[in-house]
């Protein structure tokens, strides 16, 4: 699924012009769940997530309008403004055509949208861009993530799997085991369990209104914090 920091990338490439990223560009694919166990007492709280994430699909989508018509840029930044632009004539319609998955999102989406989205902020905040990717739930057996490996041409594939709440210390805490395989290695290289709690942390980690997306938040959180640092040290600038 097309994730939401696309326009923030897009100004970020405004921001950082003529500067060079530090990492050897890669394509990753993360692929979403089919179905997560979480207590009866969380039922309540799965349409607020799916509702928010619908909101910050529209949000997304008019921010990346309103930069495609906008004209106030200065003579320094004209070349880049209409590079920004020409990429986003390309990247609103692929916007638009993920809308009916949008309203098909499941709460337990969050985890590889989310993730895809950190990904993103992580390693594309200067050129060149790596290729980070959602997609459906697949069977996660190791013949099926070379294949998918295979066939997509991916360097990495992260995917998710005993995902569940629990409680812990009196409060409910969301488990889950994410693991990372890599095409050259050709193996999984990582495979961790972590768990995320209802602490709202801040800026990328400001959970939402309810308990199950502060679950999910900081599911991504100690998920990525576990991937992220693997996949920079294998593809770091030397």
Known sequence: ???????????????????????????????????????????????????????????????????????????????????????????????????????????????????????????????????IIELPNQNTDISSIVKIADTSKADYIVFFSNVHTDVKDGLPILQLTTSLYSKKDNKIILTKQTEGDTSSRGDMWTCGSTTLSCLLINGVRTSTGQVAPEIAKRQIRH
């Not at 003579?75 to 590079?83: G, I, R, T, V, W």
């Not at 638009?96 to 993730?115: C, D, G, I, P, R």
């Open 1 to 131: 699924m097309k994730n939401f920091f696309t326009t923030i990338l897009l100004i970020f490439s405004l921001a950082s012009y003529g500067q060079k990223g530090s990492f050897i560009p890669f394509k990753l694919i993360v692929i979403q769940l089919d179905t997560a166990i979480i207590d009866k007492s969380l039922y309540g709280d799965t349409d607020s997530v799916q509702l928010d994430y619908q909101k910050r699909y529209y949000n997304s989508l008019k921010q990346m309008e309103d930069l495609l018509k906008f004209e106030g840029y200065s003579k320094e930044m004209a070349q880049k403004f209409k590079e920004t632009q020409e990429r986003l004539k390309k990247e609103i319609p692929l916007m638009k055509a993920q809308e009916e998955n949008v309203k098909k999102f499941k709460y337990y989406h969050t985890l590889s949208a989310y993730s895809s989205e950190v990904y993103n902020f992580y390693f594309n905040e200067y050129e060149p861009f790596s290729a």
